[in-house]
């Protein structure tokens, strides 16, 4: 649920249109396991929503955003995640996921139509994970993580005359750290988005104007860290 309101600024046919609620409104089933003496766990979800009277917001007063209610959207997807315990001290993970979905009625907006594809919403994802935990002879503990995520290509905004599209991309991180024997301060080395890939949090395109604007995302990063607990 997103409560309606009313649009500020400069009104549009001498009025300044309020806007509706929008509603969300999703079932789901789902499967939790433990397995091989809880050395595997399994987890599975399905879901299914109905998005009405969704929110948009579009350009009617030049350089002015005015929020409208499309109609409705449908959308199914399917999650699943695993954790696998191999040995003592060792966590592999792994979790992906798929989305579909649909505008099934756009209302009084003109951002979109039925064909549209709504932002951030990919139709596949899939994320990787391994973690290492080792005691150390002299006291201490050594601590590793690393993660891979990937997102399918999708689209960063709404309005379908300046949707651009984002190219399918992954991330790599890492972090190393040590432990003190009394837990009392910790040492780490990190790193993130560690393939240097390049993409876009955010952004559109008005290709008939020449303007193409957004975020572009953080480069690689290496960083150390020193934490201490009182």
Not at 140 to 154: I, K, M, P, S, V
Request: a negative charge; aromatic letters at 12%; zero cysteines.
């Amino acid at each position: 649920f997103n409560a309606g309101g009313i649009n500020g600024g400069a009104p549009v046919n001498s009025e300044n249109p309020a806007f509706d609620e929008e509603t969300l409104s999703q079932y789901e089933f789902g499967l939790r396991s433990a397995l091989w003496d809880d050395r595997l766990r399994l987890n599975a979800s399905l879901f299914e929503g109905y998005w009405q009277d969704i929110q948009i917001g579009e350009v009617i007063v030049p350089g002015q955003i005015t929020t409208r209610n499309a109609g409705a959207a449908r959308l199914t997807g399917f999650e699943l995640e695993a954790a696998w315990y191999p040995i003592d001290g060792v966590t592999l993970s792994a979790s992906g996921g798929w989305l579909d979905i649909r505008y099934v009625n756009v209302g009084e907006t003109t951002a979109v139509t039925l064909d549209s594809e709504l932002p951030y919403a990919p139709h596949y994802s899939y994320a990787l994970g391994l973690s290492y935990e080792r005691p150390m002879a002299a006291g201490g503990t050594l601590r590793f993580r690393g993660d891979y995520g990937w997102l399918d290509d999708h689209v960063t905004t709404t309005d379908y005359r300046l949707q651009k599209k984002q190219e399918a991309y992954g991330l790599l991180g890492a972090r190393l750290a040590y432990i003190s024997a009394s837990g009392r301060w910790e040492a780490s080395l990190s790193g993130t988005n560690l393939t240097s890939e390049w993409y876009q949090l955010g952004g559109f395109s008005a290709a008939l104007a020449g303007i193409e604007q957004g975020v572009p995302s953080r480069p690689r990063e290496i960083g150390l860290g020193v934490g201490i607990r009182f």
